[in-house]
């Protein structure tokens, strides 16, 4: 079946630090791929997607291009804030079903 | 703002009791979704519903089951609970449809439930 498949965390960096965090899955078809950030107590909220194939999403200065080739979808940011403290989680939707597969998530922890 | 409601954010309960757990959405979304947020294991799915009274499985339904009445409130019932229950719950809400604008799931803060 469809699977994400995330770096384990947590990451730790410093404030400014370059960040990737990555993302790779296995699906038939051509899903659409997505990521969410879960702030310290509160639920998920969507960062990014992208629909189809060398689609790049971008938020909030984070970004990830939907690479069909090495089925990844690696999350990045040029320099992260302290607020960007939280987990991010990798998710795929494959054509024809309705529901969404998660990765494990990935804790980031940025220090000042 | 479009919202998603869990009534409670934590809940205490006892072996064996029967737990509900209710989700509120007011964006007429299709479909809901319970999921359960576990360390190391991610968000897995319980059970959703693509319509009232319509349900599926997820991948972890064992010990759960589901109630939507009415489209805009989905209920997640334990039971008998047991200790091996104790989670962050999750609900969610998507539109139907195959479309690049479908997908996306809009999330609730979650219930904490302990089950001792």
């Known amino acids: 079946g469809d699977s994400v498949t995330q770096m384990e965390g947590p990451v730790t960096l410093s404030e400014e630090a370059f960040l990737t965090i990555n993302c790779t899955y296995t699906?038939?078809?051509?899903?659409?791929l997505f990521w969410y950030v879960q702030y310290p107590g509160e639920g998920l909220q969507l960062l990014l997607k992208?629909?189809?194939?060398?689609d790049k999403g971008s938020n909030k200065g984070f970004e990830a291009t939907y690479r069909k080739e090495t089925t990844s979808f690696h999350l990045e940011k040029g320099s992260v804030q302290v607020s960007d403290s939280a987990v991010y989680f990798c998710?795929?939707?494959?054509?024809?079903?309705?529901?969404?597969?998660f990765g494990t998530g990935t804790r980031l922890l940025v220090s000042p | 703002d479009v919202k998603v409601t869990q009534s409670s954010r934590y809940l205490v309960k006892r072996t064996g009791e029967k737990v509900f757990l209710e989700c509120v959405q007011d964006?007429?979304?299709?479909?809901m979704f319970w999921y359960r947020q576990d360390p190391g294991l991610g968000l897995r799915l319980i059970y959703f519903?693509?319509?009232?009274?319509?349900?599926e499985k997820g991948d972890i339904p064992e010990g759960y089951s589901v109630s939507r009445e009415k489209k805009e409130r989905f209920s997640l019932i334990l039971e008998s609970a047991s200790t091996n229950q104790t989670s962050m719950y999750l609900c969610?809400?998507?539109?139907?449809?195959?479309?690049?604008?479908?997908?996306?799931?809009?999330f609730g803060e979650g219930s904490r439930l302990t089950v001792l």
């Open positions: 964006m007429d979304h299709e479909n």
């Open positions: 699906a038939t078809g051509y899903p659409s």
């Open positions: 519903s693509y319509d009232v009274k319509m349900k």
């Open positions: 969610a809400s998507s539109l139907l449809g195959q479309g690049a604008n479908t997908g996306e799931l809009f």
């Open positions: 998710a795929l939707k494959n054509t024809g079903f309705q529901k969404l597969v």
């Open positions: 992208a629909t189809k194939a060398d």
